[in-house]
Nanobody, 123 residues
Framework: QVQLVESGGGLVQAGGSLRLSCAAS????????MGWFRQAPGKDREFVAH????????YYADSVKGRFTISRDNAKNTVYLQMNNLKPEDTAVYYC????????????????WGQGTQVTVSS
């Protein structure tokens, strides 16, 4: 069983920064790719970022490219999402998830999810 716990969300002004963390349990963490998604009220869950398990290849949604950075520390079983230059449209609940294969941009291809952490960006 895999458990994912996000933290680091909060309220920040536009232009500010936050760093989200996702702590994972389970011994297979270092051998799986991980992703971050977000869901705003009334909207579908959308892809934000993805990181591979070995060579740390990363992918980003166009809306966050250049502002967000995904990283991981396998020794700590933790994935991070550094978010800079935040905008009001970044307001959402952010989730980390374990990738099981297929299209990395699709939430259906992630099998374990955290409970989410709220990020609110004021204008």
């Amino acid at each position: 069983q895999v458990q994912l716990v996000e933290s680091g969300g909060g309220l920040v002004q536009a232009g500010g920064s936050l760093r989200l963390s996702c702590a994972a349990s389970g011994r297979t963490f270092s051998s799986v790719a991980m992703g971050w998604f977000r869901q705003a009220p009334g909207k579908d869950r959308e892809f934000v970022a993805h990181i591979s398990w070995s060579v740390r290849i990363t992918y980003y949604a166009d809306s966050v490219k250049g502002r967000f950075t995904i990283s991981r520390d396998n020794a700590k079983n933790t994935v991070y999402l550094q978010m800079n230059n935040l905008k009001p449209e970044d307001t959402a609940v952010y989730y980390c998830a374990r990738f099981r294969g297929g299209s990395l941009y699709s939430a259906r291809e992630y099998d374990y999810w955290g409970q989410g952490t709220q990020v609110t960006v004021s204008s």
